[in-house]
Nanobody, 124 residues
Framework: QLQLVESGGGLVQAGDSLRLSCVASGRTFSRCVMGWFRQAPGKEREFVAAIRWRSGSTTYADSVEGRFTISRDNAKNTVYLQLSSLKPEDTAVYSC?????????????????WGQGTQVTVSS
């Protein structure tokens, strides 16, 4: 059974950077997509970024384009999300998710496995 475990969240100031990690275990990855989503208090979960596991091609939400970078390390079964130029509105619980197949979806129900999330808090 696939398990996803995130780490790397924390409390930072506006303008700072963080790197989130998501370690996957229990499955051999091939044709799949790994995504990062976030959910702020009182708001719906929203798409942040996604990466095709085989090719490494990426897609970003407009709100994070140019500030966040998603990457993966195939040997370590790990997906990263580098957060830069953080803003208070980036405050949320960030979760990684797995989707079978290589179509990059931005809707949470398209993803079948989720990690528990890691809190990112950005102070002004």
């Amino acid at each position: 059974q696939l398990q996803l475990v995130e780490s790397g969240g924390g409390l930072v100031q506006a303008g700072d950077s963080l790197r989130l990690s998501c370690v996957a275990s229990g499955r051999t990855f091939s044709r799949c997509v790994m995504g990062w989503f976030r959910q702020a208090p009182g708001k719906e979960r929203e798409f942040v970024a996604a990466i095709r596991w085989r090719s490494g091609s990426t897609t970003y939400a407009d709100s994070v384009e140019g500030r966040f970078t998603i990457s993966r390390d195939n040997a370590k079964n790990t997906v990263y999300l580098q957060l830069s130029s953080l803003k208070p509105e980036d405050t949320a619980v960030y979760s990684c998710a797995y989707k079978m197949g290589e179509f990059i979806a931005t809707s949470p129900p398209e993803y079948s496995s989720w990690g528990q999330g890691t809190q990112v808090t950005v102070s002004s």
